[in-house]
C-alpha cells in the first residue's frame, strides 16, 4: 500500500527530554496509527469517560469513512483495541513498528524502554 503522508526527518525537543530525533513515519490512507513512547505520549487521563466516549465514536466513524488518523496516547487498552499500527518511540527514536495482531502490551513495553527495537517495512 501507497503512503498517504511520508514525514522524514522530524525534530522535537522539550527542556530536558528529547521526543523525537531524526524520525520518519509514513501515514497509510483509511488505517489508525498510534504513536506511543516512554515520554507518556499523548495521555488522556484528565479526559472524562463521556468525552472519551466520543472520541473514540468519531475515530470509528473517520476510520469507516476511509480517512486516515494519528493516535497519540499512552493508554494500553486504548492502542490496542483501535490502532491498525503502532509506532513506538524511544529517546526520540522509532524503537517498533507493530501490526494490531503482533502487538501485546509487553512488547509495546518492551520497545518503549528500549529493551526491544524491532521496525516492519511496510
Known amino acids: 500500500m501507497e503512503a498517504l503522508l511520508q514525514l522524514k526527518g522530524i525534530d522535537k525537543a522539550f527542556p530536558g527530554v528529547k521526543a523525537l ?4 513515519l509514513n501515514v497509510y490512507p483509511g488505517r489508525v ?5 516512554e515520554n507518556g505520549a499523548g495521555n488522556t487521563r484528565g479526559v472524562d469517560v463521556g ?17 486516515s488518523i494519528i493516535l497519540v496516547s499512552s493508554e494500553m487498552p486504548e492502542v490496542l483495541g483501535m490502532s491498525d ?15 494490531r495482531e503482533q502487538a501485546t502490551q509487553e512488547v509495546l513495553m518492551a520497545a518503549a524502554v528500549g529493551k526491544l527495537n ?3 517495512q511496510e
Not at 530525533?21 to 520518519?24: L, N, P, T, Y
Not at 468525552?51 to 480517512?67: P, R, S, V
Request: neutral net charge.
Open 118 to 120: 524491532r521496525v516492519n
Open 33 to 37: 496509527m498510534a504513536l506511543v513512547g
Open 21 to 24: 530525533s531524526g524520525a520518519a
Open 85 to 99: 499500527r503502532i509506532i513506538v518511540m524511544h529517546e526520540g527514536h522509532l524503537s517498533g513498528e507493530f501490526t
Open 51 to 67: 468525552a472519551k466516549k466520543e472520541i473514540y465514536q468519531l475515530i470509528n466513524q473517520f476510520n469507516a469513512d476511509g480517512l
